[in-house]
């Protein structure tokens, strides 16, 4: 049964970082790509990174964001730097149980296995 537990999320000042972690059980994070989306009040679920060999990020995010793993915990981290205001939102980890990421990656519409995602606060 596949299961994805993120954590890490947390009040923090704009300019500030934090790391996401997102713990799979069910399936080897090391063999499918793992897809980060965040969602906030105001807006529709965003597509954040997919980090395989080829990385892909949301222009938003760009230059801020990295992607490392750890193949004993089965566990995918997101580092994120330089957050802002706007970066607020609840952020989840999903995954499509493919090897890349595919070229609709963003679209939320096609993934089925979620987390119960982290808040992140980003606030003076």
């Known amino acids: 049964q596949v299961q994805l537990v993120e954590s890490g999320g947390g009040l923090v000042h704009p300019g500030g970082s934090l790391t996401l972690a997102c713990a799979a059980s069910?399936?080897?994070?090391?063999?499918?790509?793992i897809v980060w989306f965040r969602q906030s009040p105001a807006k529709a679920r965003e597509g954040v990174s997919c980090?395989?060999?080829?990385?892909h990020v949301a222009d938003s995010m760009k230059g801020r964001v990295t992607s490392s793993r750890d193949d004993r915990q089965n566990t995918v981290y997101l580092r994120m730097n330089d957050l802002k205001p706007e970066d607020t939102g609840v952020y989840y980890c999903?995954?499509?149980?493919?090897?890349?990421?595919?070229?609709?990656?963003?679209?939320?519409?096609?993934?089925?296995?979620w987390g119960q995602g982290t808040q992140v606060t980003v606030s003076s």
């Open positions: 999903t995954t499509e149980l493919f090897p890349i990421c595919s070229e609709n990656w963003r679209n939320s519409n096609n993934y089925k296995f």
């Open positions: 069910g399936f080897e994070v090391r063999d499918y790509a």
């Open positions: 980090m395989r060999s080829i990385p």
